[in-house]
Every structure is written in C-alpha cells, then in structure tokens.
C-alpha cells in the first residue's frame, strides 16, 4: 500500500522542540521531493518547507518559509525511507495540523513549494498544540 505517514505530533510548551517525522510506504521516499504543510481550522493550508529528493538528478535544495526559517530544518533519512521536520523555539502560533506531501517530481520548485494545489498525495497529518 502506497502511503506517507506522519507521526512525531503532541502537546509541547512555548520555546520547546518536536520532531515530526513522514515515512512512506509502498515506494523509495528518496526518489521524490517531499513538501510540509500546516492547517489550521477556516484557514487555507500553509506550505512551510520542501526539500528535494536525493536522486541523482536533484538540485539538493530546500526551502523555508519565513514563519519557520531559523527555527525549522527538514531532512532526510533514506536508510528508514522517512524525512523529518525538527521543529525548535516554537511559538502557538505554530499550532497546526502538520501534513507531509509530494507531487512525484525530484525538485522542489523555488518559486511554488508552498502551494499546496500542486501536491497529489497526501498523508493524514499530525496535531501539533504549543501551549503559551
């Protein structure tokens, strides 16, 4: 069964740290690049990081937006097929469901990785609650 699944989601208090991790299953994470979002309820779904594949034909870049550049850093571990978002200094406002995507491409786009229209699969997301 094809999937990505997040985990790594909980309660934390203000200036604290949590990792989120999105594994796949069903195919080799590494060949694509994989996007991170966040939602909020009533509100349009964030993108906030990507990071592109490690295939042989991608650019080794990654991406930040500026609500979590400095504080977020999104890598990959290709031996457990996961990719992690490591989350410090958080904020409430970083309150969200986390999701992990891809559209099945090698490069993040540098001008695009935050919207989330041009992602096709998704996983079921994880709650992150930072407490002030």
């Known amino acids: 069964q094809v999937q990505l699944v997040e985990s790594g989601g909980g309660l934390v208090q203000a200036g604290g740290s949590l990792r989120l991790s999105c594994t796949a299953s069903?195919?080799?994470?590494?060949?694509?690049?994989i996007g991170w979002f966040r939602q909020v309820p009533g509100k349009e779904r964030e993108g906030i990081s990507c990071?592109?594949?490690?295939?042989?034909?991608?650019?080794?870049?990654?991406y930040y937006s500026e609500s979590v550049k400095g504080r977020f850093t999104i890598s990959r571990d290709n031996a457990k097929n996961t990719v992690y978002l490591q989350m410090n200094s958080l904020k409430p406002e970083d309150t969200a469901v986390y999701y992990c995507?891809?559209?099945?491409?090698?490069?993040?786009?540098?001008?695009?990785?935050?919207?989330?229209?041009?992602?096709?699969?998704w996983g079921q997301g994880t709650q992150v609650n930072v407490s002030s």
């Open positions: 990071i592109s594949s490690s295939d042989g034909k991608s650019d080794g870049k990654s």
């Open positions: 069903g195919f080799f994470l590494d060949y694509y690049l």
């Open positions: 995507a891809t559209d099945w491409l090698v490069n993040c786009r540098s001008d695009e990785y935050h919207v989330a229209a041009l992602y096709d699969f």
